[in-house]
């Protein structure tokens, strides 16, 4: 562990930190242009191609933005509370492991010699990767309730104390349909969760391996009952349509940031469509094989890159590339989705919600590791 | 004493852990209201837990965890029911203070 | 990273019981538990660290900062008047700091020998005191206490339930 | 060791960052004198208030059972990881009774919740 290796490790941490806040403006962009289409009109497009540069003039306009804090506010608070809003986001995504790890061949520098380092395509490696997301993505709470309490105003405090119930009531929704993936892999460590989906479709029964040739070895063929509800907390976790009940404009003018203008409003806008991107990230990751292709492993995809000619110093790092690749291909099409959905349900009115959460979801997921429990003690 | 200081032991983690109990305890004594009655409660389990903690890291022994996944569990639960009554007082006498908690009678 | 996280957590603590602020104090008390979170990963703790961010600071703290949230617009509710310290409970205190620091120092100059007695049967079942070896001891030794827990736990629903379930509001 | 540096760093470099972000508007952004009614609450025109004073109990009621049920699951989290090996081991039948019981009484107060209306919104 020298001094090198240090520094390219923190590169890489700001990397894939800054990676997450760069795919924000994309995923507006997107959203802005899906809803367009959807909805049979133009969206952006005045600025630059496809009005792709449009963020970047929002962007500045929110930097020119007067800075405005009302009266009553508790003004350290209402500063933090957008910073807080993005930890526990980029906390999370920085234990999602986005691609397989690669070797930096040798290289010199100011004439030293540097050895090939061993770099991991996520921030940190944990052993518990799965709770600690969990615990971090608990955080999130704190930045809405410090919001809705700082502004002063009662719209936001109301918008707050619902945005908290749901995410909450919905958390415990999330824990319970992750616990059938706990059962299937038997380990906390998403790495170890991605390795075990590799090949086709496979299972023990009595001792025996039955396999099924024409399916991935994804955990949704495992899971299919966790998988819809563990999406379907995603939703609610994240705020977003059906569910986006905070920002009910009807009756609460906008949610926990009615008060919060410029930048500062644009940063809870980050933390959201943070937040869908881990939680899409996760669906990949326990339900959709994470960065592997189905049916190919690691093995065969550096060796076609090899027979295509990359050379061998670099060869790792093409193929991690290449399946990081694939691993956002699978993560924005689950953006896609809740774009999609934005447009096709009506939303939820507050009782349902509740309702639906507690006594719906929460059953339900018990149910699903009480019948995953006992079939793999069936088939041991 | 510079040996002290680097070699990072059990005995650091009981000094901090009791050092942390004695504030809790002195919140504990000073405070009037009910909500920061509690608070400096959970900052005396939690200063217990870190010591049981620290045994169970360095006695190679993991009782101690179990120990404290239990108390925590019982320290979470004693908090809902302690703030489910602070709020049925306050509804009762608008007030958090605890030397109301004398007045009332059955 | 041990000096750093313990002057982090003492400094939080004495905030927390320092403050005249309620949300202060709380937001003070969820710095010392996310810091204690991390002092547990340190410890090799590593499921009970993320188990005390997930129940302390994404469940218990919440309760707190909401109780506080609901109730903090009348102004009068947190200024409870503090009846003058009495002279006895001041210099019980001073005395008891200063028996802790002079302890500390006796500490620093010859070490506690502490003899730790090793559970043998179970430290040989873990490693590394990972999750596995604490799910091994918690269903062995401790199923009894476990299955009680889920006992408490329901009397905790039903008792929780009874108390607060009202119609109307927090005020009246 | 180096994950606790590495989730140390990305929480300072993610505070400087935000720090930074709302430093570049401050400094940016145009500044004019407040007035009163800018900077009043926003309340779509009437006179507002900001005294909440009657919030419906049920928030708090969610927060405190949430709390409990997050036990609850934290506590299967353990079984569902060590599940597996129990099996190998020769286990299964204890360690699925043993859980059995506790989703029992999981399950039960779950079903108490929901009977008592505790989470009933009007």
Known sequence: MDLMNIIINGIKIIFIFLLMVQIVPLLVWIERRASAFIQNRFGPNRVGPLGLTQLLADLIKFLFKEEFIPKNAKKSLFYLAPILALIPGALAFGAIPLSVPFTIPIFSFFSKEFGPYLIEFQSYNLHFSLVFILGVSALGVYSILLAGWASANKYSLFGALRAAAQVISYELALGVSLVGVLLIYSTFNLQTIINAQQGAFAFY??????????LPNWGIFF???GFVLF????????NRHPFDLPEAEAELVAGYHTEYGGLKMNMFYIAEYGHMLVGSALMTVLFFGGYQIPF???????QFLSSAGVSLGWLSFITSMTLFSVFMIKVFIFLWIFIWVRWTLPRFKYDQLMKLGWTKLLPLGVLNTVITAIILFILK | MSNFLIAVGLEHYLILSILLFSIGMLGFFFHKSIIMLLVCLELMLNAVNLSFVAFSHFANNISGQVMVFFAMSIAAAEVGVGLAIAVLFFKKKKSFDISEVEKIKG | MFYFFAILLLFSAIIVVSTKNSMTAILALTGTMIVQAFLFFLLKAYFLGAV??????????VLFVMVIMIFNNDKEVFKIPEPPMSVWLKISAVAWFSGLVSGIFL??????HLTLVTDSNFSNLLKDMSINGLSQVLFTKYLL???VMGVFLLAITVGVISIAKSRGGTHE | MTALFAILFLIFFVLCFGALLLGLAYILGPKKSPNAIKSSSYECGLPSSEQVNNVPVKYYLTAILFIIFDIE???IYPWAVAYKDFLTAGWGLYILVAMLIFIALFLYGLIWEIRSKALDWH
């Open chain 1, 205 to 214: 029964s009595s001792g025996l391996l039955y396999t099924v040739s024409f």
């Open chain 1, 223 to 225: 899971q299919p009952l």
């Open chain 1, 231 to 238: 999406f379907i907390a995603i939703f609610a976790e994240t």
């Open chain 1, 296 to 302: 190919v492993s690691t093995a065969e995809i550096s």
């Open chain 3, 52 to 61: 005390q961010l997930i129940v302390y600071t994404g469940a218990v703290m």
């Open chain 3, 107 to 112: 500490i620093s100059k010859n070490s506690l």
């Open chain 3, 145 to 147: 206490a476990f299955e």
């Open chain 4, 73 to 75: 699951v934290i506590f």
